[in-house]
């Protein structure tokens, strides 16, 4: 089992930065994959990028540029970098953790991008 717990969201102006993070419990050092999502009201959740355990990374087309994640492996810990926020990235970002036996949700960080 792993648990996980997302923190460093809040309300944000445009154009500013955010550093979010996620520390995952329990059987850290079966995550091979962490990924962290974004679903805003109404919509489909999103993949924002994932990291793998030597630390690739993959970013989706849209969310290429302004997003970075880092892990420490050893910390079970995760960061979303998000530099240049707008009004669209409203959202609650989460993150999971990928392991041989299953896929673990945390329970996510709003983010709130408004003037």
């Known amino acids: 089992q792993v648990q996980l717990v997302e923190s460093g969201g809040g309300l944000v102006q445009p154009g500013g930065s955010l550093r979010l993070s996620c520390v995952a419990s329990?059987?850290?050092?079966?995550?091979?994959?962490m990924g962290w999502y974004r679903q805003a009201p109404g919509q489909q959740r999103d993949l924002v990028g994932s990291?793998?355990?030597?630390?690739?990374?993959v970013y989706p087309d849209s969310m290429k540029g302004r997003f970075t994640i880092s892990r420490d492996i050893a910390k079970g810990t995760t960061w979303l970098q998000i530099n240049n926020l707008k009004v669209e990235d409203t959202a609650l970002y989460l993150c999971?953790?990928?392991?041989?036996?299953?896929?673990?949700w945390g329970q996510g960080t709003q983010v709130t991008v408004s003037e």
């Open positions: 999971n953790a990928l392991t041989l036996q299953g896929i673990y």
């Open positions: 329990g059987k850290i050092f079966d995550i091979n994959v």
């Open positions: 990291i793998t355990g030597i630390n690739t990374t």
